[in-house]
């Protein structure tokens, strides 16, 4: 671990496209030797990191990246969300988009910028990192480095926390992501319990010819389910919505399940392909080539695991047998679905370490937890 001067170092803040670019190309200097990382779509990051962006329209931020010479070395956001002021005390802000090469002076330069910029605004805890929210791609990969990550899932080298725990950075929260065997039957109690609640519950596949309504049915369920969440920042209106037209393109209907009881819609999963798989040697290019090999492969080579980033049952239900009956059933659901499509893995992630019902639930369909992503916090006062 290097350890030049910080003098060596100048910063630059992000103001303008030029400089979204730049920041956006630092990640394929961090990982250029790493065969575990996926390159993202450049594409897709700027329309995350542009005002298009919903979640911009409660939340405001600042990048920055960091160059020794003329070689960019590291690079941090920092981010003011409305929603979890409203929502949380103490007022709370964050870092993000967090990549630096293994160098104690450039982590320590990046996170003093978040910090500095966060406390000017009266911000008393800094948290992350969140690429940008809770909502979106977050925590730091602490275990599980041997396998690449899947879509919408972060990744990064191991030195990352070692370097933020020498800032006194600790951890606040750990999110377990679960895989799961789609072929794995589930155990005769479990599959008892699914055939009961069957009975009651009527489970139903998403209906295209109504999108919009159905994913603010959607919306509105996981935020009824997430709402005593720790960290939980309701989705909006538009932030869902731009999801479902995401979504639309990449999943069948029967990927989006909804457990319906006496008329009532009670629960909601949502399942995905993972399309790093698909997009892993395109290097973070759609032109020239790039969109007909997607095209091609999306019809010829889908992928072989999938991921579970969505799922919840109404508060009401939660701490009795019919919530886990619905929530045995919604994962069921999927079963036939994705292995119709040749999935044959699905991830569960993130889950809540101290969520210890829904990893219950998990655990006995056979879910192993293989990957640990942490969330770190410091006070700024």
Request: with cysteine; net charge neutral.
């Given at each position: 671990?290097?350890?030049?001067?910080?003098?060596?170092?100048?910063?630059?803040?992000?103001?303008?496209?030029?400089?979204?670019?730049?920041?956006?190309?630092?990640p394929?200097?961090?990982?250029?030797?790493?065969?575990?990382?996926?390159?993202?779509?450049?594409?897709?990051?700027?329309?995350?990191?542009?005002?298009k962006?919903?979640?911009?329209s409660?939340?405001?931020?600042?990048?920055?990246?960091?160059?020794?010479?003329?070689?960019?070395?590291?690079?941090?956001?920092?981010?003011?969300?409305?929603?979890?002021?409203?929502?949380?005390?103490?007022?709370?802000?964050?870092?993000?988009l967090?990549?630096?090469?293994?160098?104690?002076?450039?982590?320590?330069?990046?996170?003093?910028?978040?910090?500095?910029?966060?406390?000017?605004?009266?911000?008393?805890?800094?948290?992350?990192?969140?690429?940008?929210?809770?909502?979106?791609?977050?925590?730091?990969?602490?275990?599980?480095?041997?396998?690449?990550?899947?879509?919408?899932?972060?990744?990064?080298?191991?030195?990352?926390?070692?370097?933020?725990?020498?800032?006194?950075?600790?951890?606040?929260?750990?999110?377990?992501?679960?895989?799961?065997?789609?072929?794995?039957?589930?155990?005769?109690?479990?599959?008892?319990?699914?055939r009961?609640?069957?009975?009651?519950?009527?489970?139903?596949?998403?209906?295209?010819?109504r999108?919009?309504?159905?994913?603010?049915?959607?919306?509105?369920?996981?935020n009824?389910?997430?709402?005593?969440?720790?960290?939980f920042?309701p989705?909006?209106?538009?932030?869902?919505?731009?999801?479902?037209?995401?979504?639309?393109?990449?999943?069948?209907?029967?990927?989006?399940?909804?457990?319906?009881?006496?008329?009532?819609?009670?629960?909601?999963?949502?399942?995905?392909?993972?399309?790093?798989?698909?997009?892993?040697?395109?290097?973070?290019?759609?032109?020239?080539?790039?969109?007909?090999?997607?095209?091609?492969?999306?019809?010829t080579?889908?992928?072989?695991?999938?991921?579970?980033?969505?799922?919840?049952?109404?508060?009401?239900?939660?701490?009795?047998?019919?919530?886990?009956?619905?929530?045995?059933?919604?994962?069921?659901?999927?079963?036939?679905?994705?292995?119709?499509?040749?999935?044959?893995?699905?991830?569960?992630?993130?889950?809540?370490?101290?969520?210890?019902?829904?990893?219950?639930?998990?655990?006995?369909?056979?879910?192993?937890?293989?990957?640990?992503?942490?969330?770190?916090?410091?006070?700024?006062?």
């Amino acid at each position: 671990m290097s350890s030049p001067s910080k003098k060596l170092l100048k910063t630059y803040p992000v103001q303008n496209s030029r400089d979204l670019n730049r920041f956006i190309a630092v990640p394929w200097l961090i990982y250029q030797n790493d065969p575990q990382w996926t390159p993202p779509l450049k594409l897709e990051r700027r329309l995350h990191l542009s005002a298009k962006n919903p979640y911009f329209s409660h939340a405001r931020w600042q990048a920055w990246i960091v160059f020794k010479g003329d070689r960019p070395v590291g690079r941090i956001s920092a981010q003011i969300d409305a929603l979890h002021l409203q929502h949380h005390d103490p007022p709370t802000g964050f870092f993000g988009l967090l990549e630096s090469i293994d160098d104690s002076s450039v982590f320590t330069l990046l996170l003093e910028l978040a910090e500095s910029w966060l406390h000017e605004q009266g911000i008393e805890t800094i948290q992350g990192p969140f690429n940008l929210s809770i909502n979106q791609e977050c925590g730091l990969l602490v275990e599980g480095f041997e396998t690449p990550p899947v879509f919408m899932m972060p990744y990064n080298p191991p030195y990352y926390a070692s370097q933020l725990e020498a800032l006194n950075y600790s951890a606040a929260k750990d999110l377990l992501a679960f895989l799961i065997d789609a072929n794995l039957p589930p155990p005769k109690a479990v599959a008892n319990l699914s055939r009961k609640a069957a009975k009651e519950f009527h489970v139903r596949p998403l209906r295209r010819s109504r999108l919009q309504e159905e994913f603010e049915l959607l919306r509105e369920i996981f935020n009824d389910a997430w709402a005593d969440n720790w960290g939980f920042v309701p989705f909006t209106k538009e932030e869902f919505q731009e999801i479902g037209s995401t979504l639309r393109f990449v999943i069948d209907d029967d990927f989006v399940q909804i457990a319906e009881y006496q008329g009532e819609a009670v629960g909601m999963i949502i399942a995905m392909p993972d399309l790093n798989q698909l997009i892993q040697d395109l290097d973070g290019k759609l032109m020239p080539l790039g969109w007909l090999k997607l095209l091609w492969r999306w019809n010829t080579a889908y992928p072989n695991k999938g991921r579970i980033p969505l799922m919840g049952v109404r508060r009401r239900y939660r701490n009795n047998l019919m919530g886990a009956a619905i929530a045995y059933l919604l994962i069921e659901s999927l079963r036939q679905p994705v292995l119709r499509k040749g999935i044959q893995q699905m991830e569960l992630s993130w889950i809540l370490e101290d969520n210890q019902r829904i990893r219950g639930i998990i655990e006995s369909l056979g879910g192993q937890c293989y990957k640990r992503y942490r969330i770190y916090q410091k006070s700024l006062t």
